[in-house]
């Protein structure tokens, strides 16, 4: 309800996309869709920082089934809040360090 007038000049100007009907409430349920929904529309994933059990995870875990380039940024391994990017780099999802490797990946520049 908080986000009404939003969503009323998001779909004005542009586009709403949803899974859910109007007036469907908010469910834990909704943010996995949600999350499926953006790996779609993203060509490229990065997850910067990210719990082992992460609502970053499932978009990455959709990008990959998708077909689309995961990447993460390296953390720090004794932090918990690292645990998952770091995972998905065990799992060979891309390295990003730099602006440049995210732009590279997304195919908005060229590796040098």
Do not use: M, W, Y
């Amino acid at each position: 309800p908080a986000h009404r007038a939003l969503h009323a000049r998001l779909a004005k100007g542009g586009a709403v996309l949803s899974e859910a009907l109007p007036g469907a409430g908010v469910t834990a349920g909704a943010f996995p869709k949600r999350n499926r929904l953006i790996a779609a529309l993203a060509r490229l994933t990065v997850v910067v920082e990210a719990g082992v059990r992460s609502g970053a995870l499932i978009t990455a875990s959709c990008a990959a089934e998708l077909g689309r380039v995961v990447a993460a940024v390296p953390g720090p391994i004794d932090q918990p809040g690292a645990a998952g990017a770091n995972g998905l780099l065990r799992d060979g999802a891309q390295v990003v360090t730099t602006v440049e490797d995210v732009l590279t990946l997304a195919g908005l520049a060229s590796r040098t």
